[in-house]
Each structure stands twice: as C-alpha cells, then as structure tokens.
C-alpha cells in the first residue's frame, strides 16, 4: 500500500462492479463511449498494422500512411480528433487515422505496450506514474497538446457545504491517473490525516458520475461534461485546481522504436490535430455542431470545454517544470521503486522540428 493511503486515508473501497454496469448508463446517456462509432472511430477493436520493430505503420488507401490513435472518450483528444476526420485534415496530410476510444487516456497506455496503437495520450500523473513501475518501459511522451485548470471539486450538497466538510467524507477516486493525485493534494491543503476520509475507488469518469448519482459518494474532481452531469445531480463545486496547486497537462504518448523510426508520420498526424485545432479557433460554432453530431455533446457544453484549455502542439518550460514536480513527488511518496529523470522520457524531436517556435525546451 502506498505510503500517502496509510497516512491520508481510512479506507478504499472497490466499486469496480458498480463501474461495470456504470459505464455502460452513463455513456447510452451521453452517445460517446466504448459502444458508440464516431466518424473513423472503432470501438472495441483496433486496425491492424505492422509492429513497432518494423518501423512502420501498414500503408491505408492510395498514399496515406495509417496510424492507429487511441483517445479518451468524450476528452478534448476525441472532440478534436472527430472535427479533425470530418474535415478531412488527416487525410489531407497523408494519414489514414484508425481511431479507439477508451473510457480512460492510460488504457491507451496499456493498448501501446501490447502494440495495439501507435500513439495514446495520457495526463501528467498517469503517465509519470506507469513508467515508473514498469520497469525498462519503452514508452515516450512525443508532445503536449492540451493544458488546462478548469476543473473543479464538485461535492453533494446534502452531505458537504463547504470544503470544511470534507472530513469524514467519501471521496471518489481513479486509482493511478490524474485524480489520485488531485484528491490527495486536496486532502493535503486541507489537513486532512489518517482516518479523515474514504476513498470510492471507480475505474472511469462516467462510473464516477453513477456512484455520484446514486449517493455513494460525497465529492469528485470534475471538467466539462462530467461537471455538467454532475450539476445535473445538483452537486456544486467548491475548489478549484488552483486552491491546491495544480493543473491539467495532457500528452502524446508512443513507444520509443515508434516515434524513432516514423517521425514524418508524426509530423503529418501533429499537422492534422493541428489544423483541426485552428478550426475549432475560427470556426468555433460548426467546430461544436459536429462535436454535437458525432460525439453526442451539446454544442454550449463544447464551447465551454475548450474554453479552458491552452490547445495546441508545444512544449513549454513551465509545463516540463509542472511535470517535473509531478514525478518529483511521486518519488517522494514512494509510488515507484526506479527513479528516473523526467528529461529521460521525453522524445519530442518530430513534433520540435514541426513547431519548432511552440517548444521551449
């Protein structure tokens, strides 16, 4: 057991059954999950293409070059990817895109080490976290595409008026991503010490919603849609990322002989999530009405997403420096027995080349 949930937390509880059934009314609600097709998106299956050891994807139709992409169902990756395989901007720039959701970004993670994907995406913690327990991990971090802070702790008002509420409290958690990491700094802020708190364990956001729904829990960290749902419970928020120091980081993820040996296949997929980016930026309102179309979510709810996030292909200094942070304190907190270097599992040189004026390090 890790060292932070014998000293923060009195108990975890596993509600990965709820989450079976959870997953499945939540997402026939909102019409963007794991049995729901987006444009060029396959659900539950992946296409097939040669292994990573060949240095190669299998070429798609005419001169396109497929790349198989795993995103994160309803996440800004797959809004962004939708409007992008609608508008063509991936087969303009040469890439025949086979796309998988998954109801969390790490699943895209274990999809690639079983070379499933070529490229996935995960949030700082998330990924910080895998390497550092899988030893000799292959795994990469190729980009930053998405940075934001808009996410809130959203609690039931029945049982939490304000965050002074908390102890005593059943806060509901995704074990290893993102989230844990945020509850625990909100546990921290607050003081909170051994037996002042209950960890609801759930496997993805849409479970997350149905434990809410159901009364099984009292708060969870929350953006965009799940917030709305949420709200529509009659939860509230009462902190922000900001009150404890933290934000949203999300990232490329892909396997090192990948990234090595297909560097203009990444540069023509960055161009394409490019374009599609600029097109949410100039054409905000048709950007929403085809997110609404084949992503199921409403098109205010679209607009105030991207609202709170800084998109685009970079590298800054001060997210390396976040992320820096991040894994410094997943060593201090024992979540790994292998340090590493945070330089050591970046591989950014395709996406440098292509923006080379967005990348600071």
């Not at 539950?44 to 139709?61: C, H, L, M, R």
Request: hydrophobic share 40%; glycine share 10%.
């Amino acid at each position: 057991m890790k060292k932070f949930i014998k000293k923060y937390g009195k108990k975890i509880m596993s509600m990965m059954a709820v989450a079976a059934v959870a997953f499945t009314t939540v997402v026939g609600t909102t019409g963007c999950g794991a049995g729901t097709s987006s444009a060029n998106t396959q659900s539950g299956k992946t296409s097939s293409s040669d292994s990573v050891d060949n240095g190669a994807s299998d070429a798609g139709s005419g001169d396109l070059t497929t790349l198989r992409f795993g995103v994160m169902t309803g996440n800004i990756d797959h809004l962004i990817t939708a409007i992008g395989t609608e508008k063509g901007f991936f087969e303009k720039n040469g890439i025949d895109l086979k796309v998988t959701e998954y109801a969390a970004g790490i699943n895209t993670v274990d999809a690639l080490t079983m070379d499933q994907l070529d490229v996935g995406i995960a949030a700082d913690f998330a990924i910080l976290n895998r390497i550092g327990n899988a030893a000799g991990s292959d795994l990469k971090i190729t980009a930053n595409y998405a940075n934001a802070g808009g996410a809130q702790l959203y609690v039931n008002p029945e049982t939490v008026k304000d965050k002074n509420d908390l102890k005593g409290k059943r806060i509901i958690n995704l074990p290893g991503v993102i989230y844990e990491y945020w509850n625990v700094l909100t546990a921290q802020k607050l003081g909170l010490g051994e037996g002042d708190y209950t960890f609801v364990n759930v496997d993805s956001q849409p479970s997350a919603v149905v434990v809410a729904s159901q009364g099984d829990g009292d708060a969870f960290w929350a953006g965009g849609e799940v917030a709305a749902q949420l709200a529509g419970y009659g939860w509230t928020p009462i902190m922000s990322l900001d009150d404890i120091g933290a934000t949203t980081t999300l990232f490329f993820i892909a396997r090192e002989a990948y990234a090595k040996n297909n560097a203009e296949t990444l540069k023509k997929f960055y161009a394409g999530f490019s374009e599609a980016i600029d097109y949410i930026s100039t054409n905000l309102d048709d950007a929403a009405k085809i997110v609404a179309a084949k992503a199921g979510l409403s098109e205010d709810k679209f607009k105030q997403l991207v609202s709170a996030y800084d998109l685009g292909i970079q590298f800054k200094k001060s997210t390396f420096d976040y992320l820096d942070g991040v894994n410094k304190w997943l060593k201090d907190n024992s979540y790994y027995k292998t340090p590493y270097e945070t330089k050591d599992i970046l591989f950014l040189d395709a996406a440098r080349e292509a923006y080379s004026d967005k990348f600071e390090i």
